[in-house]
Nanobody, 122 residues
Framework: QVQLVESGGGLVQAGGSLRLSCAAY????????MGWFRQAPGKEREFVAAINRSGGSTYHADSVKGRFTISRDNAKKTVYLQMNSLKPEDTAVYYC???????????????WGQGTQVTVSS
């Protein structure tokens, strides 16, 4: 089992950058595939990015490819989401999640953080 706590959200102007962090509490962080998701008001939660257990493979949604980068530090039990060239449509609550599988679907992820708000002003 793992507990996840996100941080780093906030208000930023369009074109700006933010780095989200997700700290994991538990003894088996490195055994999980990690993902970032987001949910805007009135919309379904959507996949943003995923990273494998070693950090050697990543996958990003087309909507963020080239602007966002997922990474992890297993020694620090933390996964990151570097977000550059932010757009107003990136405004959402961002969640990190842990899965025992390499997946992009929300129902494949067993553990979720509480979320952190990202607001991008135009």
């Amino acid at each position: 089992q793992v507990q996840l706590v996100e941080s780093g959200g906030g208000l930023v102007q369009a074109g700006g950058s933010l780095r989200l962090s997700c700290a994991a509490y538990g003894r088996t962080f490195s055994s999980y595939y990690m993902g970032w998701f987001r949910q805007a008001p009135g919309k379904e939660r959507e996949f943003v990015a995923a990273i494998n257990r070693s950090g050697g493979s990543t996958y990003h949604a087309d909507s963020v490819k080239g602007r966002f980068t997922i990474s992890r530090d297993n020694a620090k039990k933390t996964v990151y989401l570097q977000m550059n060239s932010l757009k107003p449509e990136d405004t959402a609550v961002y969640y990190c999640a842990a899965s025992s599988r390499w997946a992009a679907a929300t129902d494949e992820y067993n553990y979720w953080g509480q979320g952190t708000q990202v607001t991008v002003s135009s």
